[in-house]
């Protein structure tokens, strides 16, 4: 492992000031359960590790009237832990209990999993599908992305150099909605997701006529993909098989996958469109306000 | 334990109990040790003034080297040595007996430290010593390699086509007949077996199927690097410490290639970390002792997880083609099967042990098999459980449920109908001793899994059987009588898989002892006689026969002893369960004679050796259910069990976990495992995380049936059962998946993608899958 140097500021400024100029030696480091290893196996050599998780902004975990603010360092078991998310935001909390295990879960957190804009990673698509929006802070101050348009290509982002991302901003849910995440992996544990789907939607009070939906995909394109035109095509259609497998069909034309490792082009094609059906139907009885079993790896 | 609960797991039970403690579960000797961490692998090895060292690889698949030139890495602050090939003495094109199998030891050598060209990537280049591993890996990446690079080939019948690329210039196809090809080639050997007439065995059938199969490079998935630290001392002498199948080959290969005489090494074995064939042939510990012999320091060397699936032996990918012919009662008239097997960079793949397996569980009238061993642009493959039955099984086992499918007739009866039995000629001519196939079958036609109706959707069942060889080879121990009546024993088997507790039991069984009164070590190259690899079944069969010869050994002395103490005549004195007596009602336990030893003439030492025994092989039949997913192809295992000939189980708990083990193996083999190529020859998942090994949420609780059919050359009649239970499985669950789903698979892994495929396939062409 190369020689790097490691600064802990306390303070957003101080961060950026430590980012400005740096062109990139210079690495965030929240959890670390991807930087670390990376650094390890040579495949990124920064010259300086900022550890961003002693700075207050990225450490908030916070429900109001106004939305759901996550700090951009806040762990996965927080967050899994939190009831209200759990209830409210549960593609999220779907998404952080699949993350590695219980130590990997207790370091890494979403605002990491985002900022590594890997195609697979699984906290994306749930964001997707709740609305997130990303809260940046630079040397020219402060700006807003929605998270759909956060990762520009594998590995790559619209952050700029000595920019951070602080917090993740939800809107707050609305009644009668419910929302899932799943993924498809090979073995029941210890996988990166072949596909993944994240969704939510919003059931009419009469929890039979979807409002609204969204879904997020995950591993079939070069970036995590917002499968938007499939999310309005539910919207006024009644919450039944048949509208979920129209939408299901739209999302996987969406898809743009590669053959790789992981999975063929065939089979993510395919399972796109298997995953959305299951994980909207997911969706739509958490809206119900039934429980939902998720058995390991389906 | 998972064993289906029948009283101590064996023919006996509490009354008709033949043993005193062959067939119980002691606690194992080296237990504690493990369980508490306090065990030494090779990653512990610490000394005095220690160097750490890195390897520096070939990020080429195929490349000839033009210069290698190590003056910036020599120039790093800290770097105590820098050695490549040029250090490593030219061993000639030799062929050297490694105890299991024999090799090349130029190819060896080229393998160890590449020469003129690097075959695979990762192939091993040059390695640098230095005060600590940051700065050897530093170093090393600054030693500058220049390449000619060279198109590589990575399939196996492609690399048998006359305009393929060619790997190694000295390699010509040798046939069994004796016959050398004349020009440069991938095709090393050509092996043929041909037993009655073929032809006619053919035209007598009454249904004849023929299929092609492929299947995926797999490694062995030890969790254990490889490890080697070494010392070259300044008298000459070397020391290795390492974490080793075999110590002795790990001495004798050092010796070959460091033309240096084996009485000037010494090898220690430290506890290992999982083997499975993989850790027979060296890799690193050539490397570390030249880089200590260069620093005048002992030099650790490590390799990380990337290397051990790019640069150590797994076992080959393979294309076989499998013919079987059935009279209208279905019975097998005639077989036939072409194995082509991907050897890695230098010719040795186990085709020729997969050309002997691929028929073995059955008695055929009429057949010929062909196999070759071909060099492809991946990592010299070695021996993993069972080397190349596996392969093999998968395509006859999936051939003959397809002929039991299409006759209609019942997988079981019909392999009790075929198996092979005692005087059964193989068709590569071996004649079988009393084996036990028909009661594996059997077993598994009488167990509760069997009987149990498999019902719901997407759920299917599968049988398969297999067979392994057991070998003999040379194995020594010696036993010390202690004065407070237990026993020290030393044995040269390092303990992979439970050894040291079913070898101090059949020592302990022969001198009427407790097996906890028996203390095994297992000792290095200078502590105890020759022995061979653990490998090959054959540790608790031919190394329990040297246990047991040196008890045989003890109780000859101590008979003497006791009629020395009494003034009697040897004649008149006994050795019965632990008791020693003698005329007139005279009596000592064996606790009460070790007592007087320092007294009466001094220390009491057996010794025992066994040498080239000849076992009868191992035969398992396992039976499976599943569910698939038809819309993702994935594939859940609901129940396994597991019916295997274990002679005379010593430790059933070791049995059934080494079933255990093996069917887990099996699974990820079936399921899973591949090395993922691109075209460059660049392995794409050479990490854990996606060369996907079972987790423990993969696989169900696997039931084992212990079936005893006492080996007649062993004296408790035991048995290898290490390595047969990988055989079955992948034609198990492919035989499960097309119950399930009625798709067949005729590739490894049968991963999601793979499954789905052929669910996809199936549904488009709107019937069944043609053949």
């Given at each position: 492992m190369r020689d790097f140097e490691y600064a802990a500021p306390a303070s957003l400024?101080?961060?950026?000031?430590?980012?400005?100029?740096?062109?990139?030696?210079?690495?965030?480091?929240?959890?670390?359960?991807d930087l670390i290893d990376h650094v390890r196996t040579g495949r990124l050599s920064p010259d300086l590790i900022v550890d961003i998780k002693k700075i207050s902004e990225l450490n908030i975990l916070e429900n109001s009237s106004s939305g759901f603010r996550l700090g951009a360092a806040v762990s996965c078991n927080r967050i899994y832990r939190d009831e209200t998310i759990v209830s409210e935001y549960s593609a999220l909390a779907d998404s952080c209990r699949i993350i590695g295990g219980v130590q990997i879960q207790s370091r890494a957190s979403v605002g990491g999993n985002l900022c590594n804009s890997g195609p697979a990673a699984?906290?994306?698509?749930?964001?997707i599908a709740l609305e997130a929006t990303c809260v940046i802070a630079g040397p020219n101050g402060t700006r807003e992305v929605a998270v759909e348009d956060f990762c520009t290509a594998p590995g790559q982002n619209v952050l700029q150099s000595g920019e951070i991302l602080v917090e993740l901003k939800f809107p707050p849910r609305q009644e009668n909605s419910g929302s899932h995440y799943r993924r498809f992996i090979p073995r029941y544990e210890m996988d990166i997701a072949v596909v993944g789907v994240g969704a939510s939607v919003v059931l009419d009070s009469d929890r039979e006529t979807i409002v609204s939906a969204r879904i997020g995909l995950g591993a079939v394109a070069p970036t995590p993909l917002f499968a938007e035109s499939a999310g309005d095509l539910l919207a006024g259609m009644p919450a039944n098989d048949d509208s979920i497998a129209q939408a299901a069909l739209e999302a996987q034309a969406a898809a743009k996958p590669i053959d790789d490792m992981r999975g063929t082009k065939e089979f993510r094609v395919h399972v796109t469109r298997v995953l959305t059906e299951r994980v909207l139907k997911a969706a739509v009885a958490r809206a119900k306000g039934e429980?939902?079993?998720?058995a390991i790896g389906h | 334990m998972a064993t289906i609960d029948k009283p101590d797991a064996g023919a006996q039970t509490a009354d008709s109990r033949k043993y005193n403690v062959i067939g119980t579960r002691p606690i194992r000797h080296d237990g504690t040790d493990k369980v508490t961490g306090r065990a030494k692998y090779g990653a512990d090895v610490k000394l005095t003034g220690m160097l750490y060292a890195a390897m520096l690889r070939s990020p080429h698949a195929h490349a000839r080297i033009k210069s290698i030139d190590t003056s910036k890495a020599e120039a790093v602050p800290g770097v105590r040595a820098v050695v490549t090939h040029a250090d490593m003495p030219d061993p000639g094109s030799r062929v050297a007996e490694l105890g299991e199998g024999a090799v090349n030891l130029r190819h060896l050598s080229s393998n160890v430290l590449a020469r003129d060209k690097v075959l695979y990537k990762g192939h091993a280049i040059a390695a640098v010593a230095a005060d600590n591993v940051h700065i050897a890996e530093e170093a090393a990446n600054l030693i500058e390699v220049e390449y000619d690079l060279l198109p590589p080939v990575l399939d196996v019948r492609e690399a048998m086509q006359d305009d393929a690329p060619i790997l190694n210039d000295d390699v010509r196809t040798e046939s069994l007949a004796g016959e050398t090809g004349d020009k440069p080639t991938n095709t090393a050997m050509h092996f043929r077996y041909e037993k009655g007439d073929v032809a006619k065995g053919f035209a007598d059938a009454h249904l004849v199927i023929e299929r092609e199969f492929e299947t995926a490079t797999v490694h062995q998935g030890y969790i254990e690097p490889h490890n080697a630290t070494a010392l070259w001392n300044a008298d000459g002498h070397i020391t290795i410490w390492t974490s080793t199948q075999g110590s002795f080959t790990v001495r004798q290969q050092v010796s070959e290639l460091l033309q240096i005489p084996v009485s000037k090494i010494k090898v220690v074995p430290m506890e290992i970390g999982g083997g499975f064939g993989g850790k027979i042939s060296v890799y690193l510990q050539p490397v570390a002792a030249l880089l200590s012999k260069k620093s005048g320091r002992p030099v650790k060397l490590i390799m990380d997880r990337a290397s051990v699936f790019e640069a150590t032996g797994p076992t080959p990918g393979s294309y076989i083609r499998v013919k079987i012919g059935v009279d209208s009662k279905g019975m097998i008239s005639a077989a036939e099967a072409y194995l082509a097997y991907e050897a890695g960079a230098y010719?040795?793949?186990?085709?020729?042990?997969?050309c002997m397996c691929i028929f073995a569980c059955?008695?055929?009238?009429?057949?010929?098999?062909?196999?070759?061993?071909?060099?492809?642009?991946?990592?010299?493959?070695?021996?993993y459980r069972a080397p190349g039955a596996t392969n093999a099984a998968f395509a006859a086992e999936t051939v003959i449920d397809e002929i039991c499918e299409s006759l209609k007739l019942d997988p079981?009866?019909?392999?009790?109908?075929?198996?092979?039995?005692?005087?059964?000629?193989?068709i590569d001519g071996v004649e079988y001793p009393r084996v036990g196939m028909w009661e594996t079958v059997d077993a598994i036609r009488q167990s509760e899994h069997w009987k149990s109706p498999l019902e719901g959707p997407h759920r299917g069942r599968g049988v398969a059987s297999g067979f392994w060889f057991n070998c003999g080879l040379k194995s020594s121990a010696s036993a010390t009588v202690n004065g407070d009546g237990t026993v020290s024993l030393v044995e040269g088997s390092t303990d992979i898989g439970g050894s040291r507790a079913s070898i101090a039991m059949q020592l302990a069984e022969t001198l009427g002892i407790a097996a906890e009164e028996v203390n095994p070590t297992v000792g290095d190259t200078d502590s105890v006689g020759y022995t061979d690899v653990t490998g090959g079944s054959r540790v608790t069969f031919a190394t329990g026969i040297a246990a047991y010869e040196a008890a045989c050994d003890i109780k000859r002395q101590m008979v003497e002893r006791a009629a020395l103490i009494w003034d009697v005549d040897s004649q008149d004195v006994h050795y019965g369960d632990g008791t020693i007596t003698g005329p007139g009602d005279k009596e000592f336990s064996f606790k009460e004679l070790a007592a007087e030893l320092h007294k009466s003439g001094g220390p009491i030492i057996g010794r025992g050796t066994s040498s080239a025994a000849n076992q009868g092989g191992a035969f398992g039949t396992h039976c499976v259910d599943v569910d698939v997913d038809p819309e993702t192809g994935k594939v859940e295992i609901l129940r396994y069990t597991i019916a295997q000939d274990a002679g005379t189980a010593i430790h059933p708990s070791y049995v059934e976990g080494q079933m255990q083990g093996g069917v887990v193996q099996g699974i990820g083999w079936a399921l899973n495992e591949e090395y993922?190529?691109?075209?460059?020859?660049?392995?794409?998942?050479?990490?854990?995380?996606?060369y996907r090994i079972p987790t423990c949420y993969d696989v169900p609780m696997i039931d084992t049936i212990i079936v005893e059919v006492p080996d007649p050359e062993h004296p408790y009649g035991v048995r290898g059962v290490g390595e047969v239970p990988i055989v079955p499985p992948p034609a198990a669950l492919a035989n499960a998946i097309h119950n399930?789903?009625?798709?067949?698979?005729?590739?490894?892994?049968?991963?999601p993608p793979a499954v789905l495929h052929e669910i996809l396939d199936k549904q488009s062409s709107g019937n069944g899958q043609s053949s």
């Open positions: 400024d101080e961060a950026i000031e430590l980012f400005t100029g740096k062109n990139g030696s210079a690495k965030a480091l929240a959890g670390g359960t699984d906290t994306t698509p749930a964001l429980s939902v079993e998720v | 010719p040795g793949s186990p085709v020729n042990p997969g059955y008695d055929i009238p009429n057949g010929r098999i062909d196999g070759f061993d071909v060099c492809v642009n991946k990592p010299r493959t070695n021996a079981v009866e019909f392999r009790l109908n075929n198996a092979s039995k005692e005087g059964v000629r193989r993922f190529y691109d075209d460059s020859g660049v392995m794409n998942n050479a990490s854990f995380l996606d399930a789903v009625g798709v067949r698979m005729r590739q490894l892994p049968m991963s």
